[in-house]
């Protein structure tokens, strides 16, 4: 199972979930424009979809933009 | 645990209590008026007004203890961001905060916030940011270094 770590406004919000979904979910976040980063602080792009593993706790980051 | 009577951010014509705290780096604030029971708020009201805040007897007067305090903010959203914050800044993901500031050096240039007030200083220059969500301080501040760390392009200034 795959930890993630959501930051939403009501608060963040942690739930495990199998690595399938993690992969979907963060699809969905990162083509949103957030960010991605696992429990090493390493960022998860794209690219690194397929490097996920299903121990990870991954901290889903909404999108900042400068003003 | 210092307590401040403050003007609520955004409403200049409301006074609420916030206790301030040392946390090492930058200052804990804890939202009293968002964490007590109504009656509890009245007695501090009235101790105030009768000028008879004195030390931590406060406490006592209104009946709650420090311990009960901090249980019940790191319970709350705001509590709960601040200590993600403190799990990310001892795994080292963050830099940890000096003097309110977090420093964070990122593609050739300087970044620096303040924690309590959430200024960006990108190379000494005042800059500004948007978040798509409205989250709790300490996650916005997680937010901001995290995006500052590994796509600082997206606070380039449009």
Same mark, same amino acid.
């Given at each position: 199972? +795959? ?6 406004? =009501? ?11 993690? !992969?979907?979910?963060?699809?969905? @976040? ?5 960010? *991605? /980063? ?5 960022? !998860? ?6 490097? /996920? #593993?299903?121990?990870?706790? !991954? ?9 | 645990?210092? &307590? ?6 955004? $409403? ?7 206790? /301030?705290?040392? *946390? =090492? ?17 009245? #007695? ?24 009960? &305090? ?9 509590? $709960? *961001?601040? #200590?993600?914050?403190?799990?990310? /800044?001892?795994? =080292? &993901? ?18 620096? !916030?303040? +924690? ?5 200083? &990108? ?13 709790? @301080? ?11 760390? @590994? ?5 380039? $200034? $449009?």
């Amino acid at each position: 199972m +795959v930890k993630l770590r959501r930051l939403t406004s =009501g608060g963040h919000v942690e739930v495990e979930v199998p690595l399938p979904t993690a !992969i979907e979910e963060l699809l969905n @976040h990162l083509t949103r424009g957030g960010i *991605a /980063v696992n429990q090493e602080g390493k960022n !998860i792009g794209l690219e690194d979809l397929g490097e /996920v #593993k299903d121990s990870d706790k !991954i901290l889903l980051i909404p999108a900042i933009r400068g003003g | 645990m210092e &307590i401040r009577c403050i003007n609520l951010p955004g $409403r200049p014509t409301e006074e609420v209590y916030v206790c /301030v705290q040392d *946390a =090492g780096g930058y200052k804990r604030v804890i939202p009293l008026y968002k964490l007590l029971s109504t009656d509890k708020l009245m #007695k501090l009201n009235l101790l105030f007004k009768d000028l008879k805040i004195k030390g931590n007897e406060w406490m006592d007067e209104i009946g709650v203890r420090e311990d009960e &305090i901090l249980s019940l903010y790191f319970s709350s959203p705001e509590g $709960r *961001a601040e #200590k993600l914050f403190l799990e990310l /800044v001892e795994s =080292g &993901i963050i830099p940890k905060p000096k003097d309110n500031l977090i420093v964070i050096e990122s593609s050739g240039k300087k970044y620096k !916030i303040e +924690v309590d007030t959430l200024r960006l200083f &990108i190379d000494d220059q005042e800059s500004c940011f948007q978040c798509d969500e409205d989250l709790p @301080h300490f996650d916005k501040l997680i937010a901001l270094c995290l995006t500052i760390i @590994h796509n600082p392009e997206k606070l380039e $200034r $449009r």
